[in-house]
Nanobody
Framework: QVQLVESGGGLVQAGGSLSVSCAASGRTSTRYTMGWFRQAPGKEREFVAAISWIGGSIYYDDTAYADSAKGRFTISRDNAKKTVYLQMNTLKPDDTAVYYC?????????????????WGQGTQVTVSS
């Protein structure tokens, strides 16, 4: 089992910045993909960004972003802390949502929510106009 805990959400004005983080614990792996998804009221959950990493003798490091996040959001990781971060800049009211992190021990299918077996509880991000 893998447990995920998000933190860092809050209220920010449009044009501002916010960072959310996701700490993993339990049976994590040297090979993983961690993704950020979001869900606004009345809307379906949508992909935001993902980071995939393989450590050891085979090194692989990749990131992916939804079009809405490109150029504004940056996903990064700290393997020692088993934590993934999502830095969000130039926030818009449309970015208002509950942000969820997700984890899987394989690569590919970054935007496919049903391929992630582990999810955090979510953190609210509200962007005021």
């Amino acid at each position: 089992q893998v447990q995920l805990v998000e933190s860092g959400g809050g209220l920010v004005q449009a044009g501002g910045s916010l960072s959310v983080s996701c700490a993993a614990s339990g049976r994590t792996s040297t090979r993983y993909t961690m993704g950020w998804f979001r869900q606004a009221p009345g809307k379906e959950r949508e992909f935001v960004a993902a980071i995939s990493w393989i450590g050891g003798s085979i090194y692989y490091d990749d990131t992916a972003y939804a079009d809405s996040a490109k150029g504004r959001f940056t996903i990064s990781r700290d393997n020692a802390k088993k934590t993934v971060y999502l830095q969000m800049n130039t926030l818009k009211p449309d970015d208002t949502a509950v942000y969820y992190c997700a984890f899987k021990t394989r690569g590919g299918g970054y935007a496919e929510a049903n391929t992630y077996p582990y999810w955090g509880q979510g953190t609210q991000v509200t962007v005021s106009s």
